[in-house]
């Protein structure tokens, strides 16, 4: 059953339709159901100050989430036959995991097509990885619904399989934080402490700058979006230095 469109028939309609258009190039994807794609760029604030729009993208976010999780498990158990569940489960919460999802949104610039109230908009929104992430979710949801599982499967596959080489390559779905304090203590019988020492940006998109130390030494130094991104970085950066 095709959802109705939830933008009244205008000039702001023609925008739309223009900017779907260019979304759906960058998606490599003809949806049959506009109205689908519309409303997973309908972020709740749009709501607010557009009355005659009904509908926002949290359902399609929902259905989406789901989609992902069995898409990525899926190719995971496909193309990596030799590795144990465990692996498995840590490589598919790095490839489904909000700042992830958030590069995605970034790589096919769904931001610039999100609809947000005006004070989202204002206070970066459009760059903020929850939002990107919840709208690149409801993208899926909106692709599940139009077009079926295979067309998922396609699009899902093109995005993570660089992104799979890369994680493995630098082990960004192990927990480095776990490794570095089990080789720590068996050494030193010392825990290692994490220490934040620098901040920047704005607040929708602060950068941390964080220390790991054992005793007084320093032995790694990492960045993230958030202080645990950050500390991850910083006991991966210990553990190259482990002799």
Known sequence: ?????????????????????????????DFEDKSLLERALTHRSYLNENPD????????????????????GDYLF??????????????????VRAPTLADFANE????????LGLGEDESGGRQRVPLLCATFEAVVGAIYLDQGLPAVREFIERLIAPTLV?????????DAKS????????QFNITPRYKVVGMSGPDHARQFEVQVLVGDEVWGEGQGSSKQS????????ALTRIP
Request: charged letters at 30%.
């Open 108 to 115: 096919l610039e769904i931001g610039r097509f999100l609809r």
């Open 78 to 95: 496909r193309h990596l036959p030799d590795l144990r569940e465990g692996e498995l489960t840590s490589l598919r919460a790095a490839l």
């Open 53 to 72: 729009v009904l509908r926002d993208n949290e359902r399609l976010e929902f259905l989406g989430d789901a989609v992902l999780d069995f898409v990525v």
């Open 1 to 29: 059953m095709k959802a109705e469109s939830v933008f009244p028939v205008s000039s702001v309609a023609k925008q739309m339709s223009d900017e779907l258009r260019e979304l759906e190039a960058r998606l490599q994807l």
């Open 179 to 186: 490794e570095f304090q089990v080789w720590a203590q068996a």
């Open 230 to 237: 950050a500390a991850q970085s910083a006991a991966r950066m």
């Open 166 to 174: 890369e994680i493995q390559a630098q082990s960004l779905h192990k």
